[in-house]
């Protein structure tokens, strides 16, 4: 019996990291030099969480993150790493951006 409650509680550890509760769908597209940016490597940190992506070939994105105010990055050769702030929420929210040269490099400019 103690191996069986061992191997539950083992299932539902599992299911509870795979799954979060609070979770949100964040969504859009990122666009450099006028067009789609294609392959853009995402990362959304949210506390000490971090979810990983890549945006499609027309700089479409769609990743699921921990609810809360999170750093939004995308790295490209073409220009290096820019970031901007977002909010996770249990509804989707849509966050569409567009690469731009700023003052200490390139900058994200929501669109």
Known sequence: MKTRSIACA??????????PVDAGAIYGSI?????GLKGG???????GDS?????????SYRL?????RCTFS????AFGTASAEVTSASSASRYSFEVV???SGYELRRQ
């Open 31 to 35: 666009f450099f030099n006028g067009a």
């Open 64 to 68: 699921t993150a921990p609810e809360g």
């Open 101 to 103: 040269k700023g003052g």
């Open 10 to 19: 083992l299932v539902m550890t599992t299911l509870a990291v795979a799954w």
């Open 74 to 77: 995308v790295a490209s050769p």
């Open 41 to 47: 490597a995402i990362t959304i940190t949210c506390g």
């Open 51 to 59: 979810v990983k992506g890549a945006t499609l070939d027309d700089g």
